[in-house]
T-cell receptor, first 111, second 116 residues
Framework: GENVEQHPSTLSVQEGDSAVIKCTYS??????FPWYKQELGKRPQLIID?????GEKKDQRIAVTLNKTAKHFSLHITETQPEDSAVYFC??????????FGPGTRLSVLP | EPEVTQTPSHQVTQMGQEVILRCVPI?????FYWYRQILGQKVEFLVS????????KSEIFDDQFSVERPDGSNFTLKIRSTKLEDSAMYFC??????????????FGAGTRLSVL
């Protein structure tokens, strides 16, 4: 089955700096890679996703890149703000399969 | 914007007791899911449900767990005899047909289950 690893487990950045979180997956059949943001005690919220037919996707300060050959994908947050502080989960799945989540990255944006 | 709602937000129970966690998916959604998240750990898939039957379940979803759609709006997760290790946040999620085909799921706010 699919296995998703995520690094780093914790990340601290200064406000305004960029943050990068990386995930690797094992199943080459996986073709959908969402990223979820989870603030303390709240539900995971989908913030961006990418499909295997695309190498990069951007939405304002957030971007995701995918390298299918290497089986890894990354979340990039630019111009970080204190409200970006949260736990970020990557996931991998393919059609008809259910999400396999990474272990999460706790991002702290320091003022 | 429609949301998946879950009740209660926090459930405290004694070990060995049965609990029922309730979810109201978004109204036109047909695919339903339960996940759990042990404190400080990743979100883990439990079960998916479509057309009044389980589509897929993980190894976590053993005989102590069951799901039901008792009426047109609710989707429940029952744990028959709770164990200490069942303490976790339980998330319900739902999708409509197109979203399910795109693997898009909308999560509820979760129910925190504390087993004492």
């Amino acid at each position: 089955g699919e296995n998703v690893e995520q690094h780093p487990s914790t990340l601290s950045v200064q406000e305004g700096d960029s943050a990068v979180i990386k995930c690797t997956y094992s199943d080459s059949a996986s073709n959908y890679f969402p990223w979820y943001k989870q603030e303390l005690g709240k539900r995971p919220q989908l913030i961006i996703d990418i499909r295997s037919n695309v190498g990069e996707k951007k939405d304002q300060r957030i971007a995701v890149t995918l390298n299918k050959t290497a089986k890894h994908f990354s979340l990039h947050i630019t111009e970080t703000q204190p409200e970006d502080s949260a736990v970020y989960f990557c996931a991998a799945t393919s059609y008809g399969q259910n999400f396999v989540f990474g272990p999460g990255t706790r991002l702290s944006v320091l003022p | 914007e429609p949301e998946v709602t879950q009740t209660p937000s926090h459930q405290v129970t004694q070990m060995g007791q049965e609990v029922i966690l309730r979810c109201v998916p978004i109204s036109n959604h047909l695919y339903f899911y339960w996940y759990r998240q042990i404190l400080g750990q990743k979100v883990e898939f439990l079960v998916s449900f479509y057309n009044n039957e389980i589509s897929e379940k993980s190894e976590i979803f053993d005989d102590q767990f069951s799901v039901e759609r008792p009426d047109g709006s609710n989707f429940t997760l029952k744990i028959r005899s709770t164990k200490l290790e069942d303490s976790a946040m339980y998330f319900c999620a739902s999708s409509d047909l197109m979203q399910a085909a795109k693997n898009i799921q909308y999560f509820g706010a979760g129910t925190r289950l504390s087993v004492l």
